[in-house]
């Protein structure tokens, strides 16, 4: 079975509902969620902040990015934490980093290095360093994506 048909089923089942922020991967987590019949009944939606100004629009912190970077664990669980409380979903995932260039605007920029956490109403946080192979960029969304549901799966059926 498709790993999101797996997740929507998971998540329909406990009763439970999911939202992102996501910046990398440019919605494409959701994307795939959305693409599962019956996924309206565990997602609202999300957000895509593809740039800093976005994300602390919607409720980043400032502060956040100025001491850890843009493209930090600590930055992905704040993004995490801001989507489960802007949505009010039962899990949120946080989504940032770098698929193939550096971004020169962000002196955390490292290529292939993206993060991403899960946020719970109790906010007890699994947060992962993922390293993607530098390739085609669709591919490394594509990648990311997959890996992201996997651990997701791993990480709501223990």
């Known amino acids: 079975?498709?790993?999101?048909?797996?997740?929507?089923?998971?998540l329909e089942d406990n009763g439970w509902t999911?939202?992102?922020?996501?910046?990398?991967?440019?919605?494409?987590?959701l994307h795939e969620i959305t693409s599962v019949e019956?996924?309206?009944r565990v997602t609202e939606g999300g957000y895509v902040t593809y740039s800093n100004a976005q994300k602390i629009r919607v409720g980043v912190s400032e502060q956040v990015i100025a001491e850890h970077g843009v493209y930090s664990r600590a930055c992905a669980e704040e993004m995490s934490r801001v989507a489960l409380r802007?949505?009010?979903?039962t899990f949120a995932i946080g989504v940032t980093g770098t698929l193939s260039n550096v971004d020169p605007a962000n002196a955390d920029s490292r290529p292939?290095?993206?993060h991403f956490s899960l946020?719970?109403?109790?906010?007890?946080?699994k947060t992962e360093t993922v390293a993607v192979p530098l390739v085609e960029r669709k591919q490394q969304k594509e990648f990311l994506v997959q890996?992201?549901?996997e651990r997701l799966l791993e990480?709501?059926?223990r």
């Open 1 to 10: 079975m498709h790993r999101a048909q797996q997740l929507v089923g998971l």
């Open 18 to 29: 999911i939202t992102a922020m996501e910046s990398c991967t440019g919605g494409a987590f």
């Open 38 to 40: 019956g996924s309206s």
């Open 86 to 89: 802007n949505v009010g979903a």
């Open 112 to 114: 292939g290095e993206v």
């Open 119 to 125: 946020c719970g109403r109790e906010c007890v946080h």
């Open 147 to 149: 890996h992201m549901l």
């Open 155 to 157: 990480w709501l059926q």
